[in-house]
């Protein structure tokens, strides 16, 4: 997962996480968003494969 203190991926793609009630997903500022997650760790997951590949 982008963090403030890192520079932009070469790809210029943002990713974040964000709660929706029991779940969590993660969007990215090319209007990716990936699935609903229960865990986070699985959506930042997901966000690092976005950025990465």
């Known amino acids: 997962m982008q963090h403030l203190d890192e520079p932009d ?8 996480t964000v709660e929706q009630g029991a779940f969590c997903l993660a969007r990215c500022t090319c209007g990716w968003r990936g699935p609903s997650r229960r865990a986070r760790s699985q959506a930042r997951t997901d966000a ?5 590949g």
Do not use: A, M, N, V
């Open 48 to 52: 690092d494969k976005h950025t990465t």
């Open 9 to 16: 991926p070469p790809s210029g793609h943002r990713t974040t």
